[in-house]
């Protein structure tokens, strides 16, 4: 993933994302959904007659998912978006960028010993 990107380019529909491998992130909900195509099921469990395309069947309420990869894939996803207009970046993208202060690239600076 670049540093600058269109988000819109990245809004995809509930209908496709289930059928194409990568992390999804629902801002209205705040529900992370990750498709994972690598693995399989035997499929003789199941009388396929009894369901359509859309059934889903859940395996189990645990989230096998590394906790710690997902941190990070969310943080670098953050850190490169920002809602505002295409191609900015976030404040978090700005701070990590040159190591200097927000006052500082505001223009803005205070003098020593000043407490405002």
Request: glycine share 10%; aromatic share 6%; net charge negative.
């Amino acid at each position: 993933m670049g540093p600058e990107f269109d988000i819109e380019s990245r809004t995809i529909d509930a209908d496709e994302m289930l059928v194409r491998p990568g992390t999804y992130f629902n801002p209205q909900t705040e529900i992370v959904v990750v498709v994972d195509d690598s693995s399989s099921i035997d499929q003789e469990i199941f009388n396929m007659e009894a369901y359509e395309g859309s059934d889903w069947v859940q395996i189990s309420d645990d989230v096998p998912v590394d906790e710690d990869d997902l941190d990070q894939t969310l943080e670098q996803f953050q850190t490169h978006y920002h809602g505002g207009t295409a191609g900015s970046i976030s404040g978090t993208a700005l701070e990590q960028g040159d190591g200097t202060d927000d006052e500082e690239e505001n223009g803005e600076t205070q003098d020593p010993g000043r407490e405002d």
